[in-house]
């Protein structure tokens, strides 16, 4: 199986900045993409940003421009660098991993922008 622990979160005034960061362990050669999701109080998870083994990214359109995702295959590792917040982003940021053996959750850390 595949572990994911995250860290990085915390409170932030609008316009500042904060970088997640992920650290796979376990089967982690089984891993293909990875990525972050967000859900806040009442609603759904989203999809933040997604990148592959091959650094290949994807994002929501409400953080392009803003966040960017990045991935270090060397040390297991995929970060979340997001600048400009708004209270908006204020949610519950997941890492997930899929791959050969399946997909993964992280146990996810709180986000708090405030106005």
């Known amino acids: 199986q595949v572990q994911l622990v995250e860290s990085g979160g915390g409170l932030v005034q609008a316009g500042g900045s904060l970088r997640l960061s992920c650290v796979a362990s376990?089967?982690?050669?089984?891993?293909?993409?990875m990525g972050w999701y967000r859900q806040a109080p009442g609603k759904q998870r989203e999809l933040v940003a997604t990148i592959t083994r091959g650094t290949s990214t994807t994002y929501a359109d409400s953080v392009k421009g803003r966040f960017t995702i990045s991935r270090d295959n060397a040390k297991n590792t995929v970060y979340l660098q997001m600048n400009s917040l708004k209270p908006e982003d204020t949610a519950v940021y997941y890492c997930?991993?899929?791959?050969?053996?399946?997909?993964?959750w992280g146990q996810g850390t709180q986000v708090t922008v405030s106005s």
């Open positions: 997930n991993a899929n791959g050969y053996l399946g997909e993964f």
């Open positions: 376990g089967r982690t050669f089984s891993i293909i993409n």
